[in-house]
Each structure stands twice: as C-alpha cells, then as structure tokens.
Nanobody, 126 residues
Framework: LVQLVDSGGGSVQVGGSLRLSCAAS????????MGWFRQAPGTEREGVAV???????NYADSVKGRFTISRDNAKNTLVLQMNSLKPEDTAMYYC????????????????????WGQGTQVTVSS
C-alpha cells in the first residue's frame, strides 16, 4: 500500500500563493491518476485538480487559471501550485492516488480514489 504525506499548507491573505506537496512511498507511475481534493467543514470532499500518468490534467472550474497540478514520477511527488488564493479556497487539502482508469471528468470524483494523504490545512483570510 502506498503512503501519501501531504505538506505545504498554511495561512495566507487573499491573493497570496501556496505550494502543496505530496510525497509517495511507492512508484507513482503505477497510479493512473493522482489528484488534490479539498473539504471545508460541513461540505462534501470535492476534486480540485487531477493528473494522469502521462501528464494530462483536469481542474475544477473554480480553480482554473489559478492552480496548477504537476507530478514528478522520478521523485514520486505530486505538487499543487495555488495562486491568487480566495477565502473560498479555505479547506483541508488531500492528495490521493488511484489505479482506476476512468475519464478525466470522472477522475475529479473522490470515490475513485482508495489511497489518501492525511491532509494539510489551507486558510485564506481577507
């Protein structure tokens, strides 16, 4: 079983940036999709950004143009660069991995992912 360790969260002001990292204990090329998900209190976990093993990406509409997902298969690391942060981006962020091969649209749904990091908190204040 792969172990995923999230890091990089913190508190920033509106318009600021954060870079989240996810270190994997396994060869991440084995996992067809890796992604970032977030969950605010009282809400469902939602897909933020996903990337397949070849580097194709998909983003939630709310973060397009502001967030960038990338994966380094050689270093077994997943990264989420978040720019122009807004208060509504405040949530616990989780990285996840799956071997399931689904469409790019389906890949934003958390139910396809059996492997999860512990989460890292992002707080954006105005």
């Amino acid at each position: 079983l792969v172990q995923l360790v999230d890091s990089g969260g913190g508190s920033v002001q509106v318009g600021g940036s954060l870079r989240l990292s996810c270190a994997a204990s396994d060869i991440i090329y084995r996992y067809y999709y890796m992604g970032w998900f977030r969950q605010a209190p009282g809400t469902e976990r939602e897909g933020v950004a996903v990337i397949d093993r070849d580097g194709s990406t998909n983003y939630a509409d709310s973060v397009k143009g502001r967030f960038t997902i990338s994966r380094d298969n050689a270093k077994n690391t997943l990264v989420l660069q978040m720019n122009s942060l807004k208060p509504e981006d405040t949530a616990m962020y989780y990285c996840a991995a799956t071997v399931n091969i689904v469409s790019m649209i389906q890949a934003l749904a958390h139910r396809w992912y059996p492997y999860w990091g512990q989460g890292t908190q992002v707080t954006v204040s105005s």
